[in-house]
């Protein structure tokens, strides 16, 4: 997917994404800055410093509203993170609430999978001496990786993310026809793995909310 795009009629060169994007991944073509899709990595650093509001990533959010009216059962899988982003929800029940009123059939953690990556790595690093291993939770360092550095691609851990390791849980417990929107943060889970049927940041999951008025 080409995740990370520039609104044209926004943009006004002030080549902050330029200067900003770790990888070259922006370059200015017929007087606009325009992202490279091979080169982009994801991190969606260029979203985060661009003050005109010209970098953009997919929305997801129509997908999943489409998925929500589907007759399979929808399960939303939610980074640990969340309690970062939703500061002014005390209670996480009154989210996992507001999760459920969307039309969500169940409401995971992906804790529960962090918990069980956590426990490959110490096999891993258990068994393998003094060998170092690259994490490989963070789908947009392994891209860096691959796209940057092939040289390091065995130095990443074999071993899947939380998110990817929650939905095989799914998978096993519930089997294949439940649909998984994963939400979180990061841009760059939305490309992350076919295992999961969708994927919202906390800014979708926001939208959704007021556009149900659920705020």
């Given amino acids: 997917k080409n995740l990370v795009f520039s609104i044209k009629d926004k943009c006004r060169v002030c080549y902050t994404c330029v200067r900003e994007c770790p990888v070259k991944a922006i370059r200015i073509f017929n007087g606009q800055a325009e992202v490279i899709p091979e080169r982009c990595i994801a991190c969606g650093n260029c979203v985060r410093v661009c003050s005109q509001d ?3 990533f997919i929305d997801s959010r129509e997908q999943v509203k489409i998925m929500l009216r589907d007759e399979r059962p929808v399960y939303a899988i ?11 929800i005390e209670d996480y029940r009154i989210l996992v609430g507001m999760i459920r009123m969307l039309g969500f059939d169940k409401v995971m953690e992906v804790s ?9 790595y110490n096999k891993l690093l258990g068994s393998n001496g003094e060998k170092h291993y690259i994490s490989s939770d963070c789908p947009a360092i392994v891209n860096y990786i691959e796209n940057y550095y092939p040289d390091l691609v065995p130095a990443l851990a074999p071993i899947v993310s939380p998110m990817v390791a929650l939905s095989r849980v799914i ?12 939400i979180g943060p990061c841009i760059a889970k939305k490309a992350e793995s076919d295992e999961i049927d969708e994927a919202i940041t906390f800014r979708e999951l926001r939208k959704l909310f007021e556009e149900f008025q659920y705020s």
Avoid: N
């Fill in 54 to 56: 010209a970098k953009v």
């Fill in 78 to 88: 939610i980074a640990p993170s969340f309690p970062a982003e939703f500061k002014e």
């Fill in 112 to 120: 529960f999978g962090a918990d069980m990556v956590a426990r490959e």
């Fill in 171 to 182: 998978r096993q417990k519930y089997g294949e026809e439940p649909l998984i929107v994963f």
